[in-house]
């Protein structure tokens, strides 16, 4: 899939990050 860097932050900030 082609994402870019926006839609990568975007998606960063729908989904927390648990690690």
Not at 1 to 19: D, N, Q, W, Y
């Amino acid at each position: 899939m082609a994402c870019t860097s926006t839609e990568l932050v975007h998606f960063l900030s729908k989904i927390p990050e648990r690690s």
